[in-house]
């Protein structure tokens, strides 16, 4: 990297960085201010609303020019049906990117909720966090989702557990999909592709390490691939239903990173 790429890369970094805290701080009070005032059946609208101005915010920020490949289906928020929709997870931009197209809350890892300024954001927006390496922890979950599912809420969810490099995808975990039997909820599958060599993987580093380092770059092409909706019944087996949303996701990806190039 030359003197004065080095010294662009750094000015972004400051300018992002104090951004992203700023942009955050700055949202976190009006929403739940916001929220207060809503009656019970707007608080979803009104939060995806809120989430989705945050997040996009956030892409135009850290220069994210999010590609969007299909068609993405209007939420099912009536009729007890709701959405899980699965992807797979290569960086800490896929949150926003998915907040920001899909709407819906997340499903997170349970430590994701003590990290700096997003712990924060994620808790008063609902975020579902869940140990995976606790049994209470997990059939807690299930039936937290279940309930989301049958109240008509939209889920995101990154089954692979966490982020990879590259764009094998690895096994999903179950516990959503036996929660998506339950309730008999729409599934949409998702595949995203960041540009090799972007740098964009969120691996061996802290959460505020990736974020300085992705502060630094210039400019970020991704696609995201979206899927046909399905529709799973309380006979599927849930093994059955996450096998079939790996396979559509692995498909997605392939064809995400066709449009993204090598």
């Given at each position: 990297m030359?003197?004065?790429?080095?010294?662009?890369?750094?000015?972004?970094?400051?300018?992002?960085?104090?951004?992203?805290?700023?942009?955050?701080?700055?949202?976190?009070?009006?929403?739940?201010?916001?929220?207060?005032a809503?009656?019970?059946?707007?608080?979803?609208?009104?939060?995806d609303?809120?989430?989705?101005?945050?997040?996009?915010a956030?892409?135009?920020?850290?220069?994210v020019e999010v590609?969007v490949?299909?068609?993405?289906?209007?939420?099912a928020?009536?009729?007890?049906?709701?959405?899980?929709?699965?992807?797979?997870?290569?960086?800490?931009?896929?949150?926003?990117?998915?907040?920001?197209?899909?709407?819906?809350?997340?499903?997170?890892?349970?430590?994701?909720?003590?990290?700096?300024?997003?712990?924060?954001?994620a808790?008063?927006?609902?975020?579902?966090?869940?140990?995976?390496?606790?049994?209470?922890?997990?059939?807690?979950?299930?039936?937290?989702?279940?309930?989301?599912?049958?109240?008509?809420?939209a889920?995101?969810?990154?089954p692979?557990?966490?982020?990879?490099?590259?764009?094998?995808?690895?096994?999903?975990?179950?516990?959503?999909?036996v929660a998506?039997?339950?309730?008999?909820?729409?599934?949409l599958?998702?595949?995203?592709?960041?540009p090799?060599g972007?740098?964009?993987?969120?691996i061996?580093?802290?959460?505020?390490?990736h974020?300085?380092?992705?502060?630094?770059?210039d400019?970020t092409?991704m696609v995201?691939?979206v899927?046909?909706?399905?529709?799973?019944?309380?006979?599927?087996?849930a093994?059955d239903?996450?096998?079939?949303?790996?396979?559509?996701v692995?498909?997605?990806?392939?064809?995400?990173?066709?449009?993204?190039?090598?």
């Open positions: 030359s003197g004065a790429s080095a010294v662009a890369g750094r000015g972004r970094q400051v300018v992002r960085a104090s951004g992203f805290v700023g942009i955050t701080a700055a949202m976190l009070p009006a929403f739940l201010a916001r929220m207060r809503t009656t019970a059946d707007d608080r979803d609208a009104v939060r609303r809120w989430v989705a101005r945050w997040a996009r956030l892409l135009r920020l850290f220069s590609v490949d299909g068609v993405v289906p209007p939420p928020r009536s009729g007890g049906r709701g959405r899980l929709v699965v992807c797979n997870h290569r960086s800490a931009i896929d949150i926003g990117v998915v907040l920001a197209t899909f709407g819906g809350t997340m499903v997170s890892r349970d430590d994701v909720a003590e990290w700096p300024v997003i712990g924060a954001a808790r008063a927006v609902g975020t579902v966090f869940v140990d995976r390496q606790n049994a209470k922890s997990g059939a807690a979950t299930i039936r937290i989702l279940q309930k989301h599912f049958e109240d008509g809420g889920i995101n969810l990154f692979e557990g966490t982020t990879f490099d590259g764009d094998e995808v690895r096994p999903f975990h179950g516990g959503a999909f998506a039997v339950r309730a008999q909820t729409e599934i599958p998702v595949g995203i592709a960041y090799k972007s740098g964009a993987a969120f061996d580093e802290t959460f505020m390490r974020v300085a380092r992705m502060a630094k770059s400019r092409r995201v691939s899927g046909e909706p399905f529709v799973v019944r309380r006979e599927d087996r093994t239903v996450c096998a079939r949303a790996h396979r559509e692995g498909a997605l990806v392939k064809r995400a990173r066709t449009l993204c190039g090598p």
